[in-house]
């Protein structure tokens, strides 16, 4: 049977390359920086320039698709989910890393049909790893396949999550005492390499059990959610039970053992949805 949606995909690729080629040489010029939400939420004209790079493009190609990108949000457009293929996008997720020049930076690009995320792509600019998956046939970085790691013990593990840009005393607070408790467990060490999508292709890879985060947004997660299943992990909300893409929470676990337990030491925290209007 043919599939529907490799045209897609392999377009997806082709435009996650060539955004990369612009972050790329982005790094070598004088960065315009901007604040959106707070002084810690980024926005540079370079996310800006990719994402309309990325919806230019698309809507050339498959004029009939939706569309849900970062900064098509900041600047107003909703962020609704619908059952049209819609391609969901984060031009530069890393902002923050993009701007200090710190070298994990992606572009990702995720896409979903009747709700339903269909495959993801993220690539990893900097260090030129191409990360893809398409549901039900597995995921891979440069082409070699993916596999999370097996193991079974939380004392034998490594948890990344993220502080991100919320700066609210009383969730700051639930994200220290929540690492804090995971640290003392024990686990093998807390990272994080400051894009959520990264940090779920590293739990793709298996060099990180889990990752978890409150405060990511649905373009930081979509296609890598792809991703990590696609390499045998599992999805799940930060207090258990179904990822909700809207939700702005996420854990990703390399199996149900891992992400249960580390859910019992999560102080968790509700954010304002994504699709909330
Ligand atoms: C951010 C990164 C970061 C995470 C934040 C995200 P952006 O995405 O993924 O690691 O901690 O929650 O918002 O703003 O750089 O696209």
């Not at 707070?38 to 809507?59: A, F, G, P, R």
Request: aromatic fraction near 6%; glycine fraction near 8%; hydrophobic fraction near 40%.
């Amino acid at each position: 049977m043919p599939d529907l949606w490799q045209d897609a995909m392999d377009h997806a690729v082709t435009l996650a390359r060539k955004a990369g080629e612009i972050v790329r040489d982005a790094l070598q010029n004088d960065l315009k920086i901007m604040c959106k939400s707070s002084s810690v939420d980024l926005v540079t004209k370079t996310d800006q320039n990719v994402e309309q790079l990325i919806i230019t493009s698309v809507k050339e190609k498959f004029p009939g698709h939706s569309f849900i990108g970062e900064e098509s949000v900041a600047a107003g457009e909703p962020c609704v989910l619908t059952e049209n293929p819609t391609w969901i996008v984060d031009p530069v997720d890393g902002t923050t890393n993009f701007v200090h020049g710190y070298p994990f930076v992606a572009i990702s690009i995720g896409f979903a049909v009747n709700k339903m995320l269909e495959f993801g792509v993220v690539y990893s600019c900097i260090e030129d790893k191409m990360y893809t998956a398409r549901k039900g046939k597995g995921a891979f970085c440069n082409g070699q396949p993916l596999q999370v790691s097996d193991q079974k013990e939380i004392n034998q593990s490594i948890i990344a999550t993220e502080f991100g840009s919320n700066r609210d005393p009383d969730a700051v607070d639930k994200i220290l005492s929540s690492m804090r408790k995971i640290l003392c467990l024990p686990v093998h060490g807390i990272r994080g390499v400051g894009s959520a999508a990264i940090n779920m292709c590293l739990v793709a890879s298996g060099c990180v059990e889990a990752y978890y985060e409150i405060g990511i947004h649905c373009w930081d997660v979509a296609a890598a959610a792809v991703i990590v299943s696609e390499a045998g992990g599992v999805l799940m909300d930060v207090e258990g039970g179904r990822m909700d893409l809207m939700s702005r929470r996420v854990l990703a676990a390399n199996n149900n053992l891992i992400g249960e337990r580390i859910i019992k030491e999560i102080e968790a925290f509700s954010a304002v949805r994504d699709d909330e209007p």
